[in-house]
Structure formats: C-alpha cells, structure tokens
C-alpha cells in the first residue's frame, strides 16, 4: 500500500494521472503499477538468484537539449541501478548504483539496456556502450554479488555489436549471448560481422534484418565462436521482410524455456509489440507464434519472462509516470501459457 500511494503521488506530481493515462489509451487504465518511483527505469531484465528476484534495468535520465531522433540520442543513460524483491507484490528495493559509465575505460555514451548471469560463484552484467569511435559494442562486468558494484573488464568482448544483450544458460551448461537492434542499435551497419558505416535500413520488400547470436566461452567473458544470425520465420516457414514490421525483429532479445521448448521473444520496434517465435534448440530456427505483448505507452516496448515458483511473469515498461518515452517505469504482469504451450497475449490496459 505504501509503494501504490508513494507512485500515485508521483504520478499526480508529475501531471500524468492514471486519469490522463486511461485517456490516452481510449479509456483503459493499467494493469499494474510502476515497481518503483524514485528513479526512471525501463528494459527490466529479471533473474531468480538464490530464491530473490533481481531486475536489471535502463536508468533513464533527463536528456538536457537533446531532441528525439530515431537513433535515439534523447537516450543518454549514464548508470545502472539493480532492483530487488524477495516476491511478486512485495517491496522493491533500489540497490543504488552498480555501474557507472565513468569506470568503463572504453566507453563513450549511452549504457543501454542490459542483462546478467550467474555461474561459478560470480555474477555477470552484460552490458551495451558506445565507444570512443560511437559504435556499439558489448562489455561485461563482474560482480560477487548481485546488486554489484561490478568491475567491467578493460575492453568490450571481441566480436561484439549493436545492442540489447541477453544471456541464457541452457541446462547442459553452456551460454549463448543473443544481441542486435535496428535504427539506433546500428545492425543495419554490420554485415557478415564487418562494421559499415554507411549501412542502410531495408526496403520494404528486402529480407529483414536478424537477431545474433554466439555461444560465451566457459569464462563467460568471450565468444566462444563466431557471431551468427538468428533465422526468424513465419508458420509457412519463409523469413520475414522488412514490410512485415509487426512480425520482423527490430531489438529486445529474450530467450527462455518452457517445456522442452525454446522461446525466443522481442520487440517489433515502430510497431510497439513484443512477440515470440519457438524453436528446439538455441539457435533456432524459430517459428512465429503471436504477441505477447501489446503496445504500451511510449514508443518502446522491452520486457523479459521469467519464471518465479510455479507462476511465470512478464517484466516489461511504459511511461505511466512522466508521459514521455525516454522516461520509463518498469512493471510486471503475470504470464501464462495455453495448453498446446502458446503464450495468452497480454493487454497492459483494461
């Protein structure tokens, strides 16, 4: 009750009621409430560790005379701020910092969304950065503890690009870092893992760009392979084109199990869904199967599944508190699945 009345507050304060809300979005109001208040956080990455839920998460700050752009400078983002509760509905905490964009010795701007991991006694943070040169790469951090501070290593991780990280340990031990995104993410200017900077987005009847993917060496901190592309296709098992932008890949990877199953999740970018392919094994290919999610407030849309005792959730964000989009909260909803293992498509709204 405290955390509802302390964001509800907020909300007020801020000029954006749930009234104005409701409004926006033909009458309907949210599902659920923002975890936290205190600070702007978008892209939740969730993990159970040790019986807790840990969510790792954008710290979205005000962008001071930065105008929104389809790369999105209006996206500055200098820290990492690691959430915690001990269970679904109960208090959120703010751990503070965990990592600085300061203390990353190759880093340029933007530390966009990341995800963590852990093995062998250490808790790894993988993270994307520009460097010095404005190319996004992916680094990674190490911590003894979930909520940091993390130590990043000297360089980003050789072979790495674009953005949207997220790592998946599969039950025979082994990891795969799944990555990419279009527009500002900068996949469009990587072509057989050679950097162009002239790279161009895809016209409307040329084959979508794809997701990547490469297995993590047992350190955790290096590809074990090369990078590779992620095939992606509808139910007639043909790729998508960039003209079906409500089904084709545009950021936000998500991997996880259920069943046997591999279910590979992501954002559609200009047209604001989260849906979901399934495949048998990680690297796909994986099989277009629906939405499991509907636009949200605000011009992204990024999540992650989690399972958390016998309930599954979808962690995801809108702009419930400020009304703009480089201004996030992150929230949760339950998820649940159909018998024949299809997941019921959420609506954020009633």
């Avoid at 409430?33 to 969730?46: E, F, H, K, R, V």
């Avoid at 093995?119 to 520009?130: H, I, M, Q, R, S």
């Avoid at 993390?150 to 998946?168: L, R």
């Avoid at 990877?253 to 200009?270: R, V």
Wanted: hydrophobic share 35%; charged share 20%; aromatic share 12%.
């Amino acid at each position: 009750m405290q955390r509802t009345q302390t964001t509800l507050a907020l909300v007020a304060l801020l000029g954006c009621s749930l009234a104005t809300v409701a409004q926006t979005n033909g009458g309907k109001n949210p599902i659920s409430q923002p975890l936290i208040s205190n600070i702007y956080t978008a892209d939740p990455s969730a993990h159970v560790f040790n019986g807790k839920i840990y969510i790792y998460p954008s710290h979205d700050i005000e962008a001071v005379n930065v105008k929104e752009d389809d790369d999105g400078g209006h996206f500055v983002m200098n820290d990492y701020h690691i959430l915690s509760m001990d269970k679904i509905g109960g208090p959120v905490k703010d751990n503070g910092v965990a990592l600085r964009l300061k203390d990353i010795p190759w880093a340029g701007r933007q530390l966009w969304a990341p995800d963590a991991t852990y093995k062998n006694g250490t808790y790894y943070l993988y993270f994307p950065v520009k460097d010095k040169q404005d190319i996004f790469r992916i680094g990674v951090a190490t911590s003894k503890s979930p909520t940091g501070p993390f130590k990043p290593e000297p360089a980003p991780i050789k072979g790495s690009y674009s953005i949207d990280p997220t790592v998946f340990q599969d039950t025979d031990g082994k990891a795969y870092l799944y990555f990419g995104g279009i527009w500002g993410g900068q996949l469009q200017r990587w072509t057989g893992n050679k950097y162009n900077a002239k790279g161009a987005l895809k016209k409307p009847n040329e084959l979508a760009y794809l997701p990547r993917v490469a297995r993590l060496n047992a350190d955790m901190k290096e590809f074990a392979e090369p990078v590779k592309e992620i095939k992606l296709v509808g139910a007639d098992g043909k790729p998508f084109t960039e003209k079906d932008n409500d089904k084709r890949f545009f950021e936000a990877a998500w991997i996880h199990k259920y069943n046997g199953k591999y279910y590979f999740s992501y954002s559609t970018g200009d047209t604001h869904n989260i849906c979901y392919a399934i495949g048998d094994n990680p690297y796909g290919p994986f099989t277009y199967k629906g939405v499991v999610l509907k636009p949200v407030l605000g011009w992204t849309n990024h999540h992650s599944i989690v399972q958390v005792g016998p309930k599954w959730y979808l962690f995801y964000h809108d702009v419930q508190l400020s009304g703009k989009t480089p201004l996030r909260n992150v929230k949760v909803t339950e998820l649940t699945y159909n018998p024949d293992g299809t997941i019921k498509t959420i609506d954020a709204y009633k």
